[in-house]
């Protein structure tokens, strides 16, 4: 039972560091939708995610090597961390010496390489914390980035009215501080040092890393194209929505995002302490994330109308039509990374980099093949396609390695009753809408019942076993 109860500690912690500055975004967007048109907000949406797409590159995916070689008893955390500030400053020069090109070809996007640069350090060190076991200092730093984030976007937006310039300041800073606030706590300064340099510790720490680079860009590609996509045939008013339309799942994306993060960990130690319990726990996590993940999803499409006309410009309100297929799209991708972390903890970082490059590549493709068709449907569709076909191929893959009595028809079953969810939404009486869809809800939470229960009582006995220890 100690598994469970770690894993449960975990999530607890991250649930502090990760709710907050994921959920600060959804939490804000009734300022942003008063503050900035539509026009500016998705500008501002494809530069943030810009950069999500090209972090990656900018700091050779090194922060993934920190986690997983800090874990790993046969490395020295010092050395990891050294090796990694040196790959990581190399790629922070390079992206700001391409500045003036930037601003030459777009003023917005000259901001672009100061924030990679802050984003390149903040996950470095916090992966490094992760590693070292600071997990609650992780969970502060989140907490204290949400504040700053919070409070700055009120003041450069709300007070001073700097629009898109205020936004992406408030960002930055909040960025700068959380770095320097984890530099001190974490001391690292006395942490990195030259005599631990080595090509050796370099090449290995890279040739993890380095296959996940296309990883990350093909798991974000898909998404950012979509983006781009829809700028450039629908305009920047509809992207604007999409942008808007894309935050409810975040909902669903930031608690998986809390549970991936506290899995992965658990994946890694797995694999290096297996036991005749590893494909049991494996097992029961997968059946219970799968369930709380189809049952979430379901819930969440029906309060999307309510919580969009609370939240956003009325102007805005029209983007409830893109969500529920997004959140389909949301499913999947949690199901893909929770089998993902399975290939980092064995250190086959090769596969991973296959399956998401075969299934982004298809998404890609349809998106071009129906955007005239589908509008901004065709990037949720499309999304949903590729993330379905990650899933599955992993699936086949990990899932009957470890055992697991998952099945297609099972998901198969669910993920059509989704989708008729999703057919409901647009039934104009809303009382016969609401009722389908909650008869719906109940339905999956029904088929699902027996895993739901089975993994509340593992994590209850998680709970009462971790209140005797605090005692």
């Known amino acids: 039972m100690h598994k469970y109860k770690r894993l449960l500690n975990n999530s607890l912690l991250f649930s502090v560091g990760y709710l907050g500055s994921k959920f600060i975004v959804f939490l804000m967007l009734p300022l942003y939708t008063a503050q900035m048109l539509p026009s500016e907000y998705g500008i501002a949406d494809v530069i943030t995610t810009t950069a999500v797409l090209l972090l990656p590159v900018v700091s050779l995916s090194v922060f993934d090597g920190v986690l997983r070689f800090t874990m790993d008893s046969g490395f020295d955390p010092l050395e990891v961390f050294s090796n990694s500030v040196r790959i990581t400053r190399v790629g922070a020069i390079a992206v700001l010496l391409s500045t003036p090109v930037i601003f030459y070809f777009s003023h917005p996007f000259a901001v672009l390489p100061l924030l990679l640069v802050l984003q390149s350090y903040q996950t470095l060190y916090t992966q490094f914390a992760k590693g070292i076991n600071r997990i609650r200092l992780f969970a502060m730093n989140g907490v204290l980035l949400t504040a700053l984030t919070a409070v700055l976007n009120v003041v450069f937006l709300a007070v001073l009215k700097m629009g898109l310039s205020g936004y992406f300041l408030a960002l930055c800073l909040g960025l700068a501080v959380s770095n320097l606030a984890l530099f001190f706590r974490l001391d690292l300064r006395n942490m990195y040092s030259r005599n631990q340099l080595s090509w050796s510790y370099t090449r290995k720490i890279l040739k993890f890393s380095l296959p996940l680079i296309p990883n990350s860009i093909a798991w974000n590609v898909s998404y950012v194209v979509g983006k781009f996509v829809i700028m450039i045939f629908l305009g920047s008013y509809a992207n604007g929505m999409f942008a808007v339309a894309s935050k409810i799942p975040a909902l669903l994306t930031t608690l998986t995002g809390i549970f991936s993060q506290s899995w992965e960990l658990s994946a890694i130690e797995e694999f290096t302490h297996r036991d005749s319990e590893s494909d049991t726990f494996f097992n029961r996590i997968y059946k ?136 409901v939404t647009f039934i104009k009486q809303n009382i016969v809408c609401y009722f389908a869809q909650i008869g719906i809800a109940l339905l999956l939470l029904f088929m699902n019942r027996k895993i739901i229960i089975d993994l509340f009582v593992s994590l209850s006995d998680a709970i009462r076993r971790r209140r005797k220890s605090d005692n």
């Not at 219970?288 to 919580?307: D, E, M």
């Not at 309100?317 to 969500?323: G, L, P, R, T, V």
């Not at 993902?340 to 399956?355: D, L, P």
């Not at 493709?365 to 949720?380: D, P, T, Y």
């Open 288 to 423: 219970g994330y799968i369930a709380v993940l189809f049952v979430g999803a379901s819930f969440i499409i029906i309060f999307t109308k309510p919580l969009l006309s609370f939240l956003v410009d009325p102007r805005y309100f029209s983007a409830w039509k893109f969500i529920p297929i997004l959140l389909i799209s949301a499913v999947f991708s949690s199901l893909s990374s929770f089998l993902g972390s399975q290939y980092i903890a064995a250190k086959q970082t090769v596969q991973i980099f296959k399956t998401t490059v075969l299934g982004s590549s298809v998404s890609i493709l349809l998106i071009f093949l129906l955007i005239k068709i589908l509008g901004i449907n065709a990037v949720s569709t499309s999304t949903f396609v590729g993330f379905f076909i990650i899933w599955a191929i992993r699936h086949k893959d990990i899932a009957n390695k470890m055992g697991s009595d998952v099945t297609f028809k099972g998901i198969l079953i669910q993920l059509v009753l989704l989708f008729m969810q999703y057919r």
